[in-house]
Each structure stands twice: as structure tokens, then as C-alpha cells.
């Protein structure tokens, strides 16, 4: 069985501040993938990113980043210098590393508020 | 990047009747749509994935009489949730995935169900 939990509900942040959010999965597959999601208020899921399990490098787009360990099972965020549109429920997703049926289990969400 | 439609965008039904949600893919063939629940300030829980020209898979707990899934083409999936009811009230997300693609799903803008 998957899992994937997100254990911080809800973040209150001021613009600029960095903020991190935390991602812990469990998966009895080897091979994997791992997504984030972004969920403004309109309800349309943004996709952020997908990592393979085999591909440890963190990475970096602009102000985002995330921070891949396997040894810990997380999967974290970064948003540098947050700005209000960063305002907005953010999800963590775990998929099996298959050519069909590709199921995504997602974590329960932590909404980011960013105050001006 | 791929696009997926829904219609209607927001639905308002009574008790008792059948309503129709739509899922396009617009710019590609989807041979995976899968439907997906999402309750306020909760996560999106899967309710059945439909193969094209084959039938869905609905996961535990959802009714298949109740939620009927079509995947007649490659790229429309239909959701017809029958006899509504209040508690059926939710937001709707489907997603499609295209042939030899396996980890990309590419979502809907969802689909607002209140049953009054």
C-alpha cells in the first residue's frame, strides 16, 4: 500500500519569508514517482513537478525548490522569498513507476497562506 | 503541455436527479481517465479509473451503480452520478492519460456538484 503524508495542515507565512513544506511518502515499490501539485482557490490542480525514485538531485526552478532523500522517505518544498499567489493548498503525490495504470495517491494537502 | 476539459465547470441539481460531467482531452488521446473526489478542505480520493472501450475500475467503496463511468472514445470520459443526493456535493477532478506516457497525468479544471 501507498501512503503519503503531509503533516503540516495549514502554514501562515509573510511575503518574502522562505517556507518549506513537508513531505513524507511510504511505498513498498522500489521505483516510484513523486509529483507536487499546486491548488489555487479557482480548484484546478497546476502540476510542479514529477521525480523518479532513481534521480536523487534536488532541483531548483526559480523560487521553488525541492528536496529529494530517499533514506528518509521525503520529498520537501521550498518556496524562496514567498509572495501572496503563492497562496494556496499544495499536494504531495506518490505513484507506482509502471507503463499502465498509474495510480496517484496523494497526501492530505497543507494550505499556504502568504500575508502581504 | 496536454489539455483537459470538463464540463459543465459548476452544477446545481435537485435531489433525486442524474446529472452528467464531461471529461475532454482536447490535444491528445487518453487510453487511462481516471475520476477523482475532492471533499472541501480535503484531498482528492480516487473513485474509478476507465480504460477506452473497456470497463472502469472503481475503487473500494464507491458505488458503481451510483457513479456510472464511460470511456466510450479516446477522448471523452463521461460521470453520471444517478439519484443524487446532498451528501454527494463535491468537486469533481477528472484526469486522462495518453498512450505511452504512463507517469503523466494531466488534469481536468473540475467539476463543482451541489445537489440541493
Known amino acids: 500500500a501507498q501512503k503519503v503524508t503531509q503533516a503540516q495542515t495549514e502554514i501562515s507565512v509573510v511575503e518574502k519569508e522562505d517556507v518549506t513544506l513537508d513531505c513524507v511518502y511510504e511505498?513498498?515499490?522500489?521505483?516510484?514517482?513523486l509529483f507536487w501539485y499546486k491548488q489555487p482557490p479557482s480548484g484546478e490542480l497546476v502540476f510542479l513537478i514529477r521525480?523518479?525514485?532513481?534521480?536523487?538531485q534536488n532541483e531548483i526552478s526559480g523560487r521553488y525548490s525541492w528536496n529529494f532523500q530517499k533514506s528518509t522517505s521525503s520529498f520537501n518544498f521550498t518556496i524562496t522569498a514567498s509572495q501572496v499567489v503563492d497562496s494556496a493548498v499544495y499536494f504531495c503525490?506518490?505513484?507506482?513507476?509502471?507503463?499502465?495504470?498509474?495510480?496517484?495517491?496523494f497526501g492530505e494537502g497543507t494550505q499556504l497562506t502568504v500575508n502581504p | 503541455g496536454a489539455v483537459v476539459s470538463q464540463h459543465p465547470s459548476r452544477v446545481i441539481c435537485k435531489s433525486g436527479t442524474s446529472v452528467k460531467i464531461e471529461c475532454r482531452s482536447l490535444?491528445?488521446?487518453?487510453?487511462?481517465m481516471f475520476w477523482y473526489r475532492q471533499f472541501p478542505k480535503q484531498s482528492l480520493m480516487l473513485m474509478a479509473t476507465?480504460?477506452?472501450?473497456?470497463?472502469?475500475?472503481?475503487e473500494q467503496g464507491v458505488e458503481k451503480d451510483k457513479f456510472l463511468i464511460n470511456h466510450a472514445s479516446l477522448t471523452l470520459s463521461t460521470l453520471t452520478v444517478t439519484s443524487a443526493h446532498p451528501e454527494d456535493s463535491s468537486f469533481y477532478i477528472c484526469?486522462?492519460?495518453?498512450?505511452?506516457?504512463?507517469?503523466?497525468?494531466?488534469f481536468g479544471p473540475g467539476t463543482r456538484l451541489t445537489v440541493t
Open positions: 484526469s486522462a492519460r495518453g498512450r505511452g506516457r504512463a507517469y503523466e497525468q494531466y
Open positions: 511505498t513498498r515499490d522500489t521505483t516510484y514517482y
Open positions: 521525480r523518479n525514485s532513481f534521480d536523487e
Open positions: 503525490a506518490l505513484s507506482p513507476f509502471e507503463t499502465s495504470g498509474s495510480r496517484l495517491t
Open positions: 490535444d491528445f488521446q487518453a487510453t487511462t
Open positions: 476507465s480504460n477506452e472501450g473497456s470497463k472502469a475500475t472503481y
